[in-house]
């Protein structure tokens, strides 16, 4: 299934895929779906879990120890919270959102809808969320859209959204680069 789609690729694609059909196995593909979702929440919103998530410094025990004991403390069980702790154990805990992603990517494919990976400056209300589904929807011939929204205050403003092979760039970043190049090119 990997090989089929090009988002899920390598090491962490694998993991995805692997993960995915023991979920689809199980029955509990929106359960697992949930939890690392709500796992990856919690990377994005602690520096200190991103640390230990991302860091080599920190051993396979200690990672695997501080794992068990958050995801006890978030209530994630089950298949989510076992496949986080085979991760740490095999020392890839620092690809886990990347095969969280992944995991997004095969699930949104099985249930018929378009994944789309989109970058902002800051957090969007739900209004501004509603708007831009709508507005991808149209785009995709009307399939259902699961956004995956990372904020990244370096792009200034605009957005950035990914759909399967296709990226539209309007930060004003990206903007602001063009013109700088357009003013070196006058010279």
């Known amino acids: 299934m990997a090989g089929k789609d090009s988002i899920i690729s390598g090491m962490a694609g694998r993991y995805a895929t692997a993960l995915f059909e023991l979920a689809l ?3 509990a593909v929106d359960a697992v779906k949930k939890d690392l979702e709500s796992f990856d929440a919690m990377v994005e919103g602690s520096a200190d879990l991103n640390r230990l998530v991302r860091s080599p410094v920190f051993g396979a025990d200690e990672q695997l120890k501080a794992l068990s004991a958050i995801l006890a403390k978030a209530g994630i069980e089950g298949l989510a919270a076992n496949f986080l702790r085979v991760i740490a154990a095999n020392r890839r805990l620092f690809a ?4 969280i ?11 018929g809808e378009v994944s789309a990976q989109i970058t902002v400056a800051e957090k969007l209300s739900d209004k501004n969320l509603d708007a831009l589904k709508s507005a991808l929807k149209s785009v995709t011939g009307g399939k259902d859209i699961d956004l995956d929204v990372k904020v990244d205050p370096t ?3 605009g957005l950035i959204a990914k759909v399967g092979s296709r990226m ?3 930060s004003l970043r990206t903007k602001l680069n063009a013109i700088k ?3 070196k090119e006058a010279r």
């Open 25 to 27: 196995e199980n029955k």
């Open 155 to 157: 792009i200034i403003g």
């Open 101 to 111: 992603r992944g995991y997004r990517a095969l699930v949104a494919r099985h249930k």
């Open 168 to 170: 539209v760039d309007s």
């Open 96 to 99: 886990a959102r990347e095969m």
């Open 181 to 183: 190049f357009a003013m």
